[in-house]
């Protein structure tokens, strides 16, 4: 299954990425549930781990449980 990795934004700067989850597809709901913004940015989910940003735990765990 296509995985994407989406952007959560700080609140107080919306331009600026908090931290990296993981949607199914193209999804705009996390894996781990969190609802992210419509126009979030992506990358690809290869890019897990490598970006400056932390990426989210909950996320990791369960997309490393469907990606072997
Ligand atoms: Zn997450």
């Not at 970006?51 to 909950?58: I, K, L, M, N, Y």
Request: hydrophobic share 35%; glycine share 10%; with cysteine.
């Amino acid at each position: 299954m296509l995985h994407l990795m989406r952007a959560e934004y700080e609140e107080e700067r919306p331009e600026t990425v908090k931290i990296w989850h993981m949607v199914r597809g193209e999804g705009h709901v996390a894996m781990c549930g969190r609802a992210l913004r419509e126009d979030a940015g992506t990358l690809p989910d290869g890019e897990w781990g490598s970006t400056a940003e932390p990426d989210c735990h909950s996320c990791g765990a369960l997309y490393l449980r469907e990606v072997p």
